[in-house]
């Protein structure tokens, strides 16, 4: 049972937000892209967020919603432990479906938001490994194009800045601003070959917007 009264409440609104971007901020960047930390974050600030946001449609909300739900169903997957990674899994769904519930839609409306969403990710194939192997021969690290590495470069540039301000005030144009240079290098990103480097790309650009999203509240 999902208790959305407590983020009607400013102030714990903002404890929590400073909780989490503390946890972002200071903790181990493996602990950063932990699933059960993505889902706490999850219930406690991004998906209220979205529920009260006034400038989304309900099915725009959805949308964003599953969104997040698939990106964190991805890092499930690399849970070792098969009943860890079961109970995950569903924390995810039951938190989705309960927010989800709330909006009132049909199951053919719901389906219809998720499938649109899954057209828009369906281009982001599963990444090979850094190294190619070809049978017989030893394995050659797979060079990266200049191009992705500028790419690295600067969406590092951006979290930095996002770390950077997470305590200072920024207006909301700035913060615009920076979620356009995001959309911007993602899709010179989607130009350029498969790689590792640009799937570790593609987590750093999703956790600079779920950082930009705390902010935006």
């Not at 400038?55 to 949308?63: F, M």
């Not at 194009?145 to 144009?173: C, G």
């Not at 911007?184 to 917007?209: C, H, M, N, T, Y």
Request: proline share 3%; glycine share 4%; net charge negative.
């Amino acid at each position: 049972m999902i208790c959305c009264e407590a983020y009607k409440n400013k102030k714990n609104k903002n404890f929590k937000k400073a909780e989490f971007l503390n946890i972002y901020m200071h903790e181990d960047r493996i602990a950063i892209f932990d699933p059960r930390i993505r889902i706490n974050v999850l219930e406690e600030l991004i998906y209220p967020s979205i529920f009260y946001s006034t400038w989304r449609t309900e099915k725009e909300k959805i949308r964003a919603m599953y969104r997040h739900k698939i990106r964190i169903g991805k890092s499930i997957e690399r849970v070792g432990d098969a009943e860890e990674k079961e109970k995950l899994y569903g924390s995810l769904d039951e938190l989705y479906l309960n927010y989800v519930a709330l909006f009132g839609f049909s199951s053919v409306e719901v389906k219809k938001c998720e499938t649109e969403v899954e057209e828009e990710v369906r281009e982001i194939r599963t990444y090979p490994p850094a190294y190619a192997h070809v049978s017989g021969e030893s394995q050659e690290e797979v060079p990266v194009p200049a191009s992705t590495k500028w790419i690295k470069a600067r969406v590092e540039m951006l979290l930095a800045q996002v770390f950077k301000i997470s305590y200072a005030h920024m207006a909301q144009s700035g913060l615009t601003t920076l979620e356009s240079d995001l959309s911007s290098l993602e899709r010179k990103l989607f130009e350029e070959p498969d790689s590792q480097v640009k799937a570790g790309i593609i987590e750093e650009i999703e956790k600079a917007r779920e950082l930009l999203l705390l902010l935006s509240e």
